[in-house]
């Protein structure tokens, strides 16, 4: 095969090698644009697993790497607060490798050439279309700002996204320890490095900031300054050693084209074409707070050298090499991009204890969870467990899920809520013995709060013939006899949503076919404006004044009956496009009246029916209210407006905002992966809520006790609503509880069930058969089965995720 290699790159050298290796006919040709003693930047980071893929496929590559690493355990993270006082942290057990990225060039250079590849140096590759024409395979390993995918941009589809920070590349011969967190108040802002050994004489040091902070900070005056191929900015360099003198302690900042530059997330629909193939940064780009672009180019090198070598055709090897990998670096992307978030966001957390500090910076982006540190670092767990008990005020250490939370004067004996759920199973809108057993068994299963379905206020507010009300009284003595349940025979709390389902309404049970209008007898529907909420939906009208006052007067009168009915909390529903969420969002309201318009007028009949809402409630009786933090729309509602609309209704006494996103329209896009919607309740808890006292209730694709404790230690919410897992398991908060081996009140055991607590024999048991040993990898979310049907297998294509 003729291959043509567009980069010079660790990639595009590493490619070469492995399918000189597989197949030494293989006539290769690189083109890098650089001399061979080029480089840019300083160290390179590995994980265990790339070194052992590194190690199966060139032994004499990886042997060369080996001789030259820098290796270390430890994660360092040391902080100075806004009264410039330093905290510091060592966490073990993690296990890095790094190198000097010119030693490793230099490994890679030599070893193409001792196998015959042809590499021509500061030279400018042949025209990609030429190259096609001539070669078998052209391979785009040319960058971030590559040529050859800029070229055939209508056929990869790359997606360009430049970030706020910007980020200087340093090194210093200060030899780091471990790798390095420096978090650092200035009184510009917070400023953050980054820094790990690469060998005994020095340590890669990056400089990171929110382009606001950078400003201020004066570090913009060489913005439009023109700099010389491979020159520093100078005057970063001494900007930055004087801000951060303490912590590089004399020792010199080096440089190697260091310029003040945006992170870039690239992103491509396709990652080849004909016989034009991606690699590296020309694909895709992951932030270098999660993993080094190297790291990645090199697992693309050996993916689709793989694949080249075990299909029999070009374009099946492609087609492969594609399909397998891509999932895989799109799951680091998602990581990388909640990583990179989180430090654009950094400024919230300036103020958070420092310890916690420290566990939600470890945890950012969900890889790391708080089971992964226990076993890791048992001392540094037991000491966030310790300081989130004393933050709380408890005398027990205990797992954070049970520590027990306050919502204004409710107290709940832990942080589980049973999620809202439509189950359309009332008849007439009154909840039956179906509702008794469902929400009844959570309650028994140990959730702290257990929460109705949306419960609508008139017989128009309904979504579908099978939602239950609470507009007449047959419907709150119904209800009455589920709270009497919850309460006579668990230790839980139970609240009811109140809602009214506005352009949604008038819809088939969902599995007959959810939001399509009614074979017959539809009701008609209201909303802010006439606009449905997708093609085939009901067209609402648009609400008039009347309407308006009847909506409110049936609230009041709703949350009368569910006071009456004994709940101990009561939510509105201003979320997932219903009628008060459609007023909120631009997407459903397009009025011209005091309703429309502004988010400030958008909010104005939401805030109403709260007010009315919370006036009728005893005060003693918590009213909260849940909010889609997102529209996933291009022109709809954003996160910062959901911080805007967590303010409003804290500002109107809501005790407790329940942060969901979405379902304003068909066409939205959610970016669903695990606690997606996690980092929105993060964000209003840290700029609205905790100020004000006031709770955050997390939910969306949590499932796992170690994520429900990972987000409470790291203070990104206060209570966690588990809908599907609760479906699942109804005894979920019980089981979790004997999983972790916790035997305290705040579980609930139910007096009859108390000889559940101890696990069974059949139970899960730290010590796992042979068979069934699992191989858990930090890397990715992958859990590989080294036992296939008995047999032990190392065959990736046999192992399961």
Not at 348 to 361: G, W
Not at 617 to 645: F, K, L, Q, Y
Request: hydrophobic share 40%.
């Amino acid at each position: 095969m003729r291959i043509a290699i567009v980069g010079g790159g660790p990639g595009g050298l590493y490619f070469a090698t492995l399918m000189k290796t597989l197949d030494p006919s293989h006539e290769i040709t690189v083109w890098e644009r650089n001399a061979p003693d080029d480089t840019f930047g300083f160290g390179v980071v590995f994980s265990d697993e790339t070194l052992g893929s590194i190690e199966g496929a060139d032994q004499v590559v990886h042997d060369r790497m080996e001789e030259l690493f820098a290796r270390w355990t430890d994660i360092d993270v040391a902080m100075t607060d806004r009264q410039g006082q330093r905290h510091a942290f060592t966490v073990g057990g993690q296990g890095f490798a790094a190198m000097s990225r010119k030693d490793l060039l230099q490994i890679l250079q030599e070893r193409v050439a001792e196998l015959g590849v042809t590499v021509h140096f500061r030279t400018a590759a042949p025209d990609p279309d030429e190259l096609r024409a001539s070669y078998d395979l052209v391979l785009a390993a040319d960058g971030v700002n590559s040529a050859v995918r800029t070229k055939y941009a209508d056929r990869f589809g790359p997606s360009l996204d430049r970030r706020r920070n910007k980020y200087i590349w340093f090194g210093t011969d200060l030899v780091f320890e471990a790798f390095q967190f420096f978090v650092k108040q200035t009184e510009w802002g917070t400023m953050q490095i980054h820094g790990y050994p690469f060998s005994d004489r020095g340590s890669t040091f990056i400089v990171e900031m929110h382009e606001d902070v950078w400003r201020r900070a004066g570090l913009h005056s060489t913005e439009h300054q023109v700099l010389a191929p491979g020159a520093s900015d100078e005057h970063a360099v001494a900007r930055v050693a004087e801000i951060f003198a303490d912590e590089l302690r004399g020792h010199t900042i080096l440089t190697n084209n260091s310029r003040w530059i945006s992170f870039q997330t690239v992103r491509n629909e396709r990652w080849y074409d004909g016989n034009v193939v991606l690699l590296g940064d020309a694909a895709h780009t992951a932030h270098f707070s999660i993993g080094s672009g190297t790291k990645l180019a090199m697992e693309d090198a050996l993916a689709l050298a793989a694949c080249l070598h075990e299909h029999a055709s070009l374009d099946e090897a492609l087609e492969a090499y594609q399909t397998e990998r891509k999932p895989v670096v799109e799951s680091t992307q998602r990581a990388a991009q909640a990583s990179l978030e989180w430090f654009e966001n950094i400024e919230m957390y300036a103020d958070q204890d420092p310890a916690q500090f420290v566990f939600n910076l470890l945890t950012r982006s969900r890889r790391i969870t708080f089971e992964n540190l226990k076993e890791r670092d048992a001392d540094f767990a037991r000491l966030m467990e310790a300081e989130f008990a004393r933050h709380q005020g408890s005398q027990e250490v205990a797992p954070a899920m049970f520590q027990p939370v306050r919502i204004g004067e409710l107290e709940l004996k832990n942080r589980i809520m049973l999620s809202p759920m439509d189950m359309y199973s009332a008849t007439d809108g009154v909840p039956d013995e179906f509702h008794l057993v469902h929400l009844g068994s959570k309650a028994l299963g140990g959730a702290g709060l257990v929460m109705t379905e949306m419960t609508c206020v008139a017989p128009e507010a309904r979504i579908t013939l099978g939602c239950p009300g609470i507009w007449t009284d047959e419907q709150r003595d119904r209800w009455r006899r589920v709270v009497d349940f919850v309460h006579d025979h668990s230790t839980a709390k139970i609240g009811v949503q109140l809602g009214h389902s506005g352009r949604k309404g008038s819809t088939k049970l969902m599995w007959d076919g959810m939001d399509e209008p009614l074979d017959a007898g539809n009701w008609e529907v209201i909303g802010p404006s006439a606009l449905p909420y997708g093609e085939g939906c009901h067209v609402p009208r648009e609400a008039g004044r009347v309407d308006l006052d009847k909506v409110v007067a049936d609230f009041v009168s709703a949350a009368q009956r569910a006071v009456d009915a004994g709940f101990d909390l009561v939510e509105i529903h201003a979320a997932h496009g219903y009628l008060l969420s459609s007023f909120l969002s631009p997407v459903a309201n397009h009025r011209d009246d005091e309703y429309g318009g502004p988010l400030a007028n958008r909010l104005r009949f939401p805030l109403e029916v709260f007010d009315a809402v919370r006036s009728t409630v005893p005060a003693p009786i918590p009213v909260t209210v849940r909010i889609s933090a997102t529209d996933w729309m291009p022109d709809g509602n954003t996160d910062d407006d959901a911080v805007e609309i967590a303010r409003a209704f804290v500002e109107h006494g809501a005790a407790a905002i329940d942060v969901s996103s979405g379902q304003v329209s068909k066409d939205e896009k959610p970016a669903f992966g695990r606690s997606y919607q996690t980092p929105f309740a993060d964000k209003i808890r840290h700029l609205v809520a905790e100020p004000a006292g006031v709770k955050v209730i997390a939910v969306g694709a949590i499932s796992s006790y170690d994520d429900v404790n990972s987000i409470l230690l790291a203070g990104r919410a206060d209570i966690c609503a588990l809908g599907r897992t609760h479906l699942f398991d109804p005894n979920w908060t019980l089981h979790a509880a004997a999983e972790q081996d916790y035997d305290g009140e705040a579980a609930g055991w139910p007096v009859q069930w108390a000889a559940g607590r101890r696990k069974p024999p059949t139970s899960r048991s730290d010590k796992i058969p042979p068979r069934l040993q699992l191989l858990r990898t930090g890397e990715t979310d992958q859990v590989h089965v080294r036992w296939v049907r008995g047999k032990p297998t190392e065959d990736p294509a046999e192992c399961r995720r």
